[in-house]
Every structure is written in C-alpha cells, then in structure tokens.
C-alpha cells in the first residue's frame, strides 16, 4: 500500500502537482513511517511549492531516518536555502559532499548556496519593506483598537508571533501562512487584505502561566587578591624567547616590504626556532616563498602551519589564513581544468574555518577559471549536436533523467546553443525541478532572444509555480517575436483563466492562503504595499467609490492593482 501512494506521488510530482503529491506521500508515510525516501520525497514537493520550512522538517526526518544518505543533505541544503539561511545550507551540502564526494548534485547545490552567499548576505534588521510598521508602541495600539485583532492578543502564541516579528521584521515570511497575521498586517497598513474565510481553525488560546519573580542570588563575600607568583628561570627564558621572536618576525615583516625576500625567510625561519607556539611565523614566511613563486614550499609551510595551529588550538583565522594562502599556491600552480579541484577544495575548506571575503572572492575566481578551462579543453560543436540528438531520443522515451545527463554534456562541449538549454528545461520540468527549468529557460531567452521555445519553457515553469502574472509576461514577451505561436497563445489564454478566477475570488480557502503566502515573500508585493500612495488606493478602492473611478485611469496603479489580485492579496468586486 505504501508503494503504491508513493508511486501515485511521484506520477503527480512528475506532473508538476505538487499538493496531490504531498497528499500521497502523506499518505504512504502513514503505512511505513520510518521509510527516508518518502520524507525525501515530500520534502522536494515542499520546496517546489516553497513551502520551505515543511521541506526542512522532513529533510531534517530524512537524515534522522538514514544519516549516511546524501540525498538527503541535498534537500536540507534546498531547505535552508529557500529560507534565506545560506550559512546553513552550505553547511548541510558539505556534509553531504562527506559522504558522497563525487554528488553532483550537492556540488551544485553548494556552488549555488555560496554565490548566492557571496551576492547578498542576510540583510540586516530593519532591510523590510514594513520595517515601520512594526516598530515601536503604536503597533499595539493598532492592534488593541482593531475589535478583531484584540481577541488575538489573548492568544500567547499570536503575542509571542507578533512580539518576534516586532524584534526582526524580517521574519515576517515565516508566519505569513497564519490567518491571524495577514489580519494584522492589514489593520497595520490600514489596508483590507482577503482572509479566508469565517470559520477556519486557529490554535486555542490558553492562560499564560504565571512565573515566580526570579530569587536573588545570595550576595557572593569578596575573594581575597592572589599572591604575585614568583617567575622561574625556565618561565623567564620561555618569555625572552617568545620577545626575541616576536622582534625576529618585526624584522621579517620590513624585509617583505623592501621586497628583500631572502632576509625575510631568513627571520622568519628564526622566529620558529625560537617559538613554535605561534603559527604566524609559519604563514608570513608562506607568504613570502609565494610572492618568490616557490609555491612547492608554500604549500608545504601552509600545510604546517594548519597542522601545528590544531595542536595548539589556534585562532580559527588564522588557520583559514594558511589555507587561503595554500589555495592561492595551488591557483598559480594550475594548468588545466582538473587541476583546480585542490585549490577549490582548499578555499572551501578555509571558508568553513573562517568565512572571510578574500576568500571568497579567490574561491569564486577558482571555480569560474576552472569552468573556463573545462569549456576549452571540451569545445566541440559537433559532438555537442550528438549528445543533443541522444537527449532528444530518450526525452521521446520518456527517459528524463537520461535525457539530462546528454543535454548536459552536450553543454558541456556547446555552452553557446540555446536549444540545448531549451530541451534541458523542458526536461526538468517533467522531472519537477522546476528551478533549474526556469534557470536553462533564462538562459536560452539569453543567448537568443528571438527563440519562441525559450519563452513557453519559461512560461511553462512559472505557471506551474503558479506565477500567473510572470508567466502571462513571459508568454506576451514571446509574443512580440512570434505573434501567431499557438503555444504562446494558449499559455497567454491559461494564465488569464488563472487570474480571472483570483479576481472573482473563485479559489479555495487553502489556495487563497497559500498564494498569499508566497506572494507576501515576493520583494515587488511588499514594495507596492509598502508603498505610501498604493496605500491611500487601496483604501479608496474601500471608502471613495469617486477616488477609485480616477485611479482606474493611471495604468500603472492598474498594473500594481493586478499584481495584488493575482497574488490573491485584495478583490475586486
């Protein structure tokens, strides 16, 4: 029985139903609840509908389940991602790339999270659109005075929501799925969002438990001041040893400056001598051996520094400081493509001691010369257009994830042939992985901007993602190239369908919340909600019929308008 709505799931995630698979994989977790695959599985429809902290619970149950299994580290890396916590999905990806160091996968899934890292850091509290809107007393005002939002401040876990997001307005996207929220955003906003409707459960409140005042902690009597210690002879050497060192190193550091490289290593080497317990030493004359291009003993003295700075329990920058330095040597040692693992796998590893830009910046030029060394060393449009043709023949047979495995490696000789890019979309949008199908559907509306194929691949994705408003962009955009394209005009048909049914409010209470929710994490919604004078139409549109009447005339306020009721934000009556 298990088996069985595990395979009527996997049919709807092929098929791009990610609620129905959800339901089935439920369903079979039921019957054999200690089977990782199926939490797997529900966790990847999860994301796809970015529904990103359930995908994080059941990819946290998958590698409860079966820890030595890499798949899994692959949908916790997805998870965290789709949250915004790239530290943690770069760390989840690298745990899997432990057990499974060849996963291509999780090698991707971690080059994506670290440049996603490297592009935008989490921004810092109060970056929200609504970051005024929740600050200070008179949001509790607000939601006194409001009849509705008063019965929810009984409620401890709607207070202790509110009281969150009042701290970091940024976590407003985690709570967005609660009614009762989207209720207090819009009494904040002074502005009528759609709620389901009447009826819906929310959690029963409870009397918060009083708490005893805290004892005092009984008055401590003043410690008497210890002794001044004596200092041995052996101490006493110990610490001229470790003074003359550091004045070996000082004379280190102004031959390095002078350029003067065989006096510094010379001062350098003295140093060590004196005093092994600190590894700057070891690295400064790194550094030196690398602006002479002895990268052999760079390396070596890299190596030694690491080594010794485990020992001594050194400070972790530094230790990521030898590693960089390390990398960098292996960098200027390479001479093709393969050669660039180590240096990448070096910066990796000096970033998880310590996650410094520099770094980051040299791990990110590591693995961009080593794609543009692979992409000479594989060039060959003619073997290219066969690894295309073989995908085409097993995309007939229904044999999608073979089909990739050619297209791939046809880019891989042809990075430059969008209909390569165009057929991989199409085949990750069979198989459910929907974001790498809107990717390679970028990328062919990229490299040719005239393709039409690019643009139903496109569309195609976003609609199911249920982006109507995109998606109807997209296909309007094919449009203009090929006006007469009956699959862009169907697409263009659908999505109107799909955002008629929002306007008229012909939806499901469960898909009103559902699109609200995602909506409300789209950047351009909160911007429009945010805004002062989309604010005053919104409550036009409620309380100034005349007001309203003018508004309809500026198509750009349309425009916003029809963003919030797609997005099933507001209606139009």
């Not at 389940?65 to 770069?90: E, I």
């Not at 005002?141 to 009042?166: C, G, S, V, W």
């Not at 000096?350 to 794609?371: I, V």
């Not at 789209?522 to 002062?532: F, H």
Request: proline share 6%.
């Amino acid at each position: 029985m298990a088996e069985e709505a595990k395979a009527k799931g996997n049919a709807a995630f092929s098929s791009g139903d990610f609620s129905a698979a959800i339901r089935h994989f439920s369903d079979a977790i039921a019957l054999a609840p200690t089977n990782h695959v199926l939490y797997s599985n529900r966790s990847a429809a999860n994301a796809s509908l970015q529904r990103y902290s359930e995908a994080l619970a059941d990819a946290k149950k998958t590698i409860e389940l079966k820890p030595d299994w890499s798949k899994g580290y692959s949908r916790l890396g997805a998870a965290y991602q789709g949250l915004g916590q790239l530290d943690d999905a770069v760390s989840a990806y690298k745990q899997g790339l432990e057990i499974d160091p060849n996963n291509q996968a999780l090698k991707s899934g971690l080059a994506d999270a670290q440049a996603a890292a490297s592009r935008a850091p989490p921004p810092p509290m109060g970056s929200s659109p609504f970051v005024d809107t929740f600050q200070g007393p008179e949001m509790w005002t607000k939601l006194t005075a409001d009849p509705t939002t008063r019965a929810y401040l009984q409620q401890p876990d709607f207070l202790k929501m509110m009281q969150d997001i009042q701290r970091n307005p940024n976590n407003l996207n985690i709570y967005l799925k609660d009614p009762r929220v989207m209720q207090a955003l819009g009494v904040l906003l002074n502005v009528k969002l759609r709620t389901p409707p009447e009826g819906a459960e929310f959690p029963e409140s409870s009397s918060p438990e009083r708490k005893r005042p805290a004892e005092s902690d009984p008055v401590k009597e003043p410690e008497p001041e210890p002794e001044p210690m004596e200092i041995n002879e052996e101490e006493k050497e110990a610490k001229e040893r470790k003074a003359k060192a550091q004045q070996e190193k000082e004379a280190g550091n102004a031959a390095y400056k002078q350029k003067d490289f065989e006096t510094a290593i010379q001062h350098y080497t003295k140093a060590i001598e004196l005093d092994d317990e600190d590894i700057s030493f070891i690295t400064n004359r790194a550094a030196v051996y690398l602006e002479m291009g002895q990268y052999e003993e760079c390396i070596k003295d890299c190596d030694k520094a690491v080594e010794r700075g485990r020992e001594l329990r050194s400070d972790f920058k530094m230790i990521a400081r030898a590693l960089t330095r390390k990398g960098t040597a292996l960098v200027k040692m390479a001479k093709c493509s393969k050669d660039y693992d180590s240096a990448i796998e070096t910066f990796q590893k000096a970033l998880t001691e310590h996650r410094n830009p520099d770094t980051l910046k040299k791990l990110n030029e590591a693995e961009k010369a080593k794609k543009d060394l692979e992409q000479q060393e594989h060039f060959d449009p003619k073997l290219a257009d066969e690894e295309r043709e073989k995908g085409n023949e097993f995309f007939k047979q229904q044999k999608y994830p073979e089909a990739v495995k050619h297209y791939t490696e046809s880019l891989r000789r042809n990075p430059r042939d969008p209909r390569t890019y165009s057929n991989r979309a199409a085949c990750y949008t069979k198989l459910g992985a929907l974001p790498e199908g809107l990717k390679d559907a970028e990328k062919c509306i990229e490299l040719d901007p005239t393709f039409s194929k690019g643009y139903t691949r496109k569309g195609a994705v976003q609609f199911f993602m249920k982006e109507y408003d995109k998606a109807l962009e997209t296909y309007q955009g094919g449009l203009k190239h090929d006006p007469s394209n009956q699959e862009l005009l169907d697409g263009v048909r659908r999505c109107i369908e799909q955002i008629n049914k929002a306007s008229r409010g012909d939806i499901s209470p469960e898909e009103l919340k559902e699109r609200q929710a995602k909506a409300m994490q789209d950047p351009e919604i909160q911007n429009i909600l945010s805004d002062p004078v989309m604010r005053q139409v919104l409550i036009d549109f409620q309380e100034n019929p005349k007001a309203a009447q003018e508004h309809t005339k500026n198509p750009q306020v349309m425009s916003k308008i029809q963003k919030l009721v797609t997005a099933g934000i507001v209606q139009l009556r």
